[in-house]
């Protein structure tokens, strides 16, 4: 298998701070790929210079065979990218439907064909029979799937998602679990997940990457990562001293 | 395409506006010259409430300095008219771009440098006050003294010419309302009108979607600078003297945006029954005193102040959405 996302070496500092430090990983077409990492250890840094919200000060990004850092978040969604945020950001206002469209509308010029791909976007994400609430009623779980909603409604070739499982319920992770399984599986969606959780993580990822100090110490399969005892000491160590 | 302007509507709503439609098509049969005259009002603060409400309604961007606009479409047609004798639809050919250049300065400026929310109002009004200044002292188009078209009885109503009596103006108005409001029902139904929604309530996010928001912003921007400044060519050629104190100032820009504030901001509808609602109730009462034998200048201006008021107290998002809970009206983009 061939890298879709190939991450070589990029570092970012704020101010003195050194947030990202040289890490280095790839992700194959059709992968789910997790990073993981304790609080601080530099996992959004690194989300947000592959989504274009920063341009990491050393080391390159690829994607699909052409680099991609320094490009901002508009353009990197264009080349396949499809992000969520952590905190989520639905557009209020807007029904959950509309929500999606605006995705939809990004490779397609008439809003019905936009609104057919919704339909079928809703329905896999479970939020079909919500789709004429607006946004702002929603509850937790329903915007996070929303977020992820509208960035598959965009085709993405790879889906970017940053902590999708924080804040749910342990029956709500099982559901997004699911979800993403299913996408995978189905369609071949490479996935690319920065969590916290590590319940979910092992559950769905094929690799995984853990940052500590924004320096990667150890990647593998879960089983493998579980019992590497730098990932021990670093993270579940002191999780389970906690 | 016309079945599509029609989507998601209710029939009743759509049987309303037609006899709302059809009541001002005869209005001017039954309407004295001072009704006329308020009709007028009501229909280019509506046309001119969906213009701004573009730019703010639709795409998020608070515009304080319309006027700008306005007086930019005034000058630029009235001038081409009294120094080369060049009509007011040709005019107009030259009167859309100045606006829209204009327009699209101020949003590159904004845009590209991030300047946004209350920065970006302010720097609106900078420029409609520079041009305020500015016209003061150009003596081309007669500077503070002001510009004045050639007035003479008209035997006849010359449309193309737009030299006439006021009806003539009332049912241009009138068009160009109904067609606004088409167009940005039209617009917002587009591909373009969802990119706007997005870039309204969360810009970051609709860029994380793909969507360039500087393009869409400046979209916005030239689309509304050069509708608004048709009515001001109307102005130029209905008042028939422009003074740039009285064109240019922020007054003016604040009174654009009253009408799409009271009615709803981002529908539709607001806009057309804002105007109604702020130039009835304000001018009723101004009469209704005048009646009692009452004269008290800027009267009108307070009452469009409590008016404004009790619309944000009762009702933030404007009369058209409350008013059309009540009815039963209420339908997609409307």
């Not at chain 1, 902590?163 to 709500?172: F, K, N, Q, Y």
């Not at chain 1, 092992?202 to 990457?209: V, W």
């Not at chain 2, 373009?192 to 609709?206: H, K, P, S």
Request: hydrophobic share 55%; glycine share 10%; charged share 15%.
């Amino acid at each position: 298998m061939s890298a879709l996302l190939a991450v070589d070496g990029v570092s970012k500092r704020f101010r003195g701070l050194v947030a990202v430090d040289r890490v280095s990983f790839a992700v194959p077409q059709g992968a789910i790929f997790a990073v993981i990492g304790p609080n601080g250890a530099g996992k959004t840094t690194l989300f947000n210079m592959i989504a274009g919200v920063f341009a990491p000060d050393g080391g390159g990004i690829t994607f699909g065979g052409g680099g991609i850092d320094g490009l901002p978040p508009d353009q990197i969604c264009r080349r396949g990218i499809g992000r969520t945020f952590q905190i989520v950001r639905p557009f209020p206002a807007l029904t959950v439907e509309d929500n999606v469209i605006v995705g939809a509308l990004l490779h397609r010029r008439h809003v019905a064909e936009a609104r057919a791909r919704t339909q079928e976007v809703l329905r896999r994400l479970d939020l079909y029979d919500k789709r004429a609430q607006r946004a702002s009623a929603l509850t937790l779980p329903d915007r996070k799937r929303l977020e992820v909603a509208r960035a598959l409604a965009t085709d993405p070739k790879m889906l970017l998602l940053d902590e999708v499982m924080a804040g749910l319920r342990p029956t709500e992770t099982d559901r997004m679990v699911t979800i993403l399984k299913q996408l995978n599986r189905e369609t071949g969606l490479t996935i690319l997940l920065i969590e916290h959780v590590m319940q979910a993580v092992m559950a769905l990822a094929a690799r995984i990457l853990v940052l500590h100090h924004g320096a990667a110490i150890a990647e593998g399969t879960p089983e493998e990562v579980v019992r590497d005892p730098a990932v021990i000491h670093s993270y579940l160590g002191a999780e389970a001293i906690a | 395409m016309i079945a599509r302007l029609f989507e998601g509507l209710p029939l009743r709503t759509v049987v309303l506006l037609g006899l709302l439609l059809v009541l001002m098509l005869i209005a001017p049969l039954f309407a004295g010259d001072y009704l006329l005259t308020i009709l007028i009002l009501i229909l280019y603060f509506a046309y001119v409430g969906q213009a701004w409400n573009i730019m703010m309604g639709f795409a998020g961007q608070l515009s304080l300095g319309h006027a700008l606009y306005v007086g930019l479409g005034a000058y630029t047609a009235a001038a081409l008219y009294v120094y080369f004798g060049i009509g007011p639809w040709i005019g107009l050919l030259a009167a859309i771009p100045v606006a829209a250049l204009a327009g699209a300065f101020i949003g590159y400026l904004a845009f590209r440098f991030r300047v946004g929310g209350v920065y970006f109002a302010i720097l609106t009004i900078a420029v409609a006050e520079f041009a305020r200044i500015g016209f003061d002292h150009l003596s081309l188009t007669g500077g503070s003294a002001g510009l004045f078209l050639p007035v003479a009885q008209y035997a006849r109503n010359d449309l193309w010419q737009l030299r006439g009596h006021p009806v003539m103006f009332y049912y241009v108005l009138l068009a160009a309302t109904a067609l606004a409001l088409v167009g940005c029902r039209a617009l917002l139904q587009s591909r373009i009108g969802y990119f706007w929604l997005a870039i309204r309530e969360d810009e970051e996010a609709a860029r994380s979607l793909g969507i360039d928001t500087f393009h869409y912003k400046m979209v916005a921007v030239v689309i509304s600078a050069g509708m608004t400044s048709f009515a001001g060519v109307i102005y130029a050629f209905y008042y028939n003297n422009l003074f740039p104190e009285q064109v240019f100032p922020i007054s003016r820009s604040v009174e654009i945006i009253l009408a799409p504030i009271i009615g709803g901001v981002g529908t539709l509808v607001g806009p057309i029954l804002g105007a109604f609602v702020f130039e009835f109730i304000s001018e009723g009462l101004r009469s209704l005193l005048s009646w009692f034998g009452v004269e008290a200048p800027g009267i009108k201006q307070v009452f469009l102040g409590a008016m404004l008021l009790v619309v944000v107290v009762a009702m933030p998002e404007g009369v058209w959405p409350w008013l059309a809970r009540k009815l039963g009206l209420s339908g997609e983009r409307t």
